[in-house]
């Protein structure tokens, strides 16, 4: 993914990286490409690595919501890293039918309903006319995580 730019290591990472790059290689184990890609411009990463924080790793909607979320958005940007590595976090849920009904675009084969139900909204966030945006299959208290998810 990385090809035009150096990414920072962490021994010479300033103040700002040196406290996000503990917080996401807990997160994710590693310091991933989607972060790193990032550091040459601390205050971004940082602003990064907050709205996923705070959209998809904590709160009250469980992570294959908000996994299968990212996943749809990232394959309307055509992204196909990005839908990668959504769909293997869907695997690591065990929500495998739901990983591979989105990365072979056949939606309709989910089998969780609120799930096929979200999906079907995040696949309609590319249409602002989409009647379904204004009436999300989410709850108020939910919007935050799972709206935060699709613009992050």
Wanted: charged share 20%; proline share 8%; with cysteine.
């Amino acid at each position: 993914m990385i090809k035009h730019l150096q990414p920072v290591s962490s021994a010479s990472a300033n103040t700002l990286l040196a406290q996000a790059y503990p917080q996401i290689k807990r997160a994710f184990g590693a310091l991933v490409e989607p972060f790193t890609l990032h550091a040459p411009a601390p205050r971004l990463l940082a602003g990064i690595w907050m709205a996923t924080r705070e959209t998809e790793l904590v709160g009250i909607v469980r992570r294959e919501i908000k996994e299968a979320v990212a996943a749809t958005v990232s394959r309307l940007n055509q992204c196909p890293y990005c839908v990668d590595a959504h769909t293997m976090m869907l695997h690591a849920t065990s929500a495998h039918g739901t990983a591979t009904a989105i990365s072979q675009v056949n939606d309709g084969e989910i089998q969780d309903p609120a799930i096929r139900q979200i999906v079907t909204w995040a696949d309609a966030t590319r249409s602002p006319d989409d009647p379904l945006l204004l009436r999300p299959p989410f709850s108020e208290a939910e919007a935050p995580e799972i709206i935060g998810t699709a613009v992050a």
